[in-house]
């Protein structure tokens, strides 16, 4: 059985507004990732609600650009974000809580970005 | 206001098997402010996808987690399937199940007897894991690891149990049933039990759902959601309902998963019944080119595997969000306003997994 999966590429602009919308859904923040691609770092932020699972997807291109933080709308992001700034370099900006690089203790700096200016 | 002390609880510490570490703000013995501090053992498995092979990878992910390490290898194998439009067979579907829910059993007992430590009640706690030895024998019976299974793949499963051997099974857990019900009578009618887990710790469930909780942490609070709903493996042939609590306490959590003990026996009786003979994998040709966000139900709640292909043997990106992760939120906003020698009993409450949450 294959789950259907909703997958929908916003701007960076329009990230806190659609996070807001979801939240006042009733929809769950279930998870926050980045990947690195070509172009930049793609950002994938999960929802589910009774089982509907959506996906909004924002394209930075670190470290000139930022993303503000959603934790002011789910608390639990703010765990998210503090590991895309450690692992891939992503500087969030208004984490409720910030732990300026020190959530993971890796070895190396943005092991996902090396050289990332954010490190 | 009382003078403010802050303690470090953790990283070692003697409820935690494995390394988290809490900074407890404290005014006397109640606790104002946890702050969380992870990372201490993180081991870097999911930039490991880079320099295996997408059907390698399978092992690595197995050991993400040395409880619900097969539910961590099919969950890879789930994501890997769905990119490749691969068709499992029912058979291996079926297996998948029975050895999830050996899985989620043997995972549950582990807890309990930690929740047993974490309060001095040894004699409770040693009980807790007899009977886990039980479901660790059968796990070893029927893939010859107790720790690491070795049997998921993508297509499909490593090995079948034979028909003697299920029937077996199902009679063993039969029996079993009375050894567990005395031992979890326990941990729900005896009075020091009840005493450290009653009323500590509550979260309603609009919090725990606005938290993202996951698994019992969000059932116990009276929130029917469970990831085998979505029917992946053989789950869509099993009759079953969420198993819920509605206090939102430490003991509403701990009969969420007593409950759900039997509720997992119940499922491989009915995995048992409903199995039928055939293959149990297909071959897998090619290379995965796309993404999938495979989901399922771990004995701690959702885990999420991301994986993204681009057409080689390397994924160019595979991420684990672990139910540990999600639930940890639970433990900032549940800590605050407890007592001090409360805080091991909610940090076990949650059933931390450090090692899934430094994959």
């Not at chain 2, 409950?259 to 040709?285: F, H, N």
């Amino acid at each position: 059985m294959v789950e259907e999966q909703k997958m929908m590429t916003i701007s960076k602009d329009d990230l806190v507004k659609k996070v807001s919308e979801m939240s006042a859904s009733g929809y769950r923040l279930v998870q926050i990732s980045c990947t690195k691609i070509a172009a930049g770092i793609e950002i994938n932020y999960s929802f589910d609600k009774n089982y509907e699972f959506i996906n909004f997807r924002v394209t930075l291109l670190p470290p000139d650009e930022t993303i503000s933080s959603v934790s002011k709308t789910y608390l639990s992001a703010v765990l998210y974000e503090n590991e895309m700034h450690d692992l891939f370099g992503v500087k969030v900006e208004g984490m409720i809580l910030d732990y300026k690089g020190t959530f993971y203790r890796t070895s190396i700096k943005t092991p996902f970005n090396p050289g990332s200016k954010n490190e | 206001m009382s003078k403010r002390t802050i303690i470090p609880f953790g990283p070692q510490h003697p409820v935690l098997p494995e390394p988290i570490h809490l900074d407890l703000v404290l005014e006397d013995e109640l606790v104002i402010e946890a702050i969380p501090s992870i990372g201490f053992i993180h081991r870097g498995l999911e930039k490991l996808v880079e320099k295996k092979d997408f059907i390698d990878y399978v092992y690595v992910a197995e050991r993400i987690c040395g409880i619900c390490s097969f539910i961590h290898g099919m969950t890879y194998c789930m994501a890997i399937e769905n990119i490749m439009n691969i068709e499992v067979p029912s058979r291996a579907n079926f297996l998948r199940v029975i050895w999830s829910e050996l899985s989620r059993i043997h995972s549950h007992l582990l807890w309990l007897g930690l929740m047993a430590d974490s309060f001095g009640f040894e004699s409770l706690f040693m009980h807790s894991w007899r009977l886990r030895e039980q479901i660790l024998d059968i796990i070893e019976e029927t893939t010859g690891g107790r720790v690491i299974f070795g049997s998921a793949k993508v297509g499909g499963v490593r090995r079948d149990i034979d028909a003697a051997t299920l029937a077996a099974i199902v009679k063993k857990l039969k029996s079993y049933e009375k050894e567990i019900k005395e031992v979890t009578d326990v941990f729900i009618n005896d009075s020091t039990v009840k005493h450290r887990m009653c009323g500590v710790a509550v979260i309603t469930g609009e919090e725990a759902y606005a938290l993202g909780a996951v698994g019992p942490t969000l059932r116990g609070s009276g929130v029917s959601s469970d990831t085998r709903k979505l029917g992946y493996a053989a789950y869509k042939s099993i009759d079953f309902e969420p198993i819920i609590e509605k206090d939102g306490d430490c003991y509403a959590r701990c009969r969420v998963r007593i409950r759900e003990l039997t509720q997992s026996i119940d499922m491989i009786e009915q995995a048992v019944a409903k199995i039928a003979a055939g293959p149990i994998e297909v071959k897998v040709t090619g290379t995965p080119n796309g993404e999938f966000f495979a989901r399922t139900e771990q004995p701690r709640g959702e885990v999420i595997y991301y994986a993204k292909a681009d057409g080689t043997r390397f994924l160019q990106r595979m991420r684990v969000r672990t139910p540990t992760f999600a639930n940890i939120p639970v433990l900032l906003k549940t800590i605050p306003g407890s007592s001090l020698a409360d805080v091991p009993v909610i940090v076990l409450t949650i059933d931390p997994c450090i090692s899934c949450t430094e994959r």
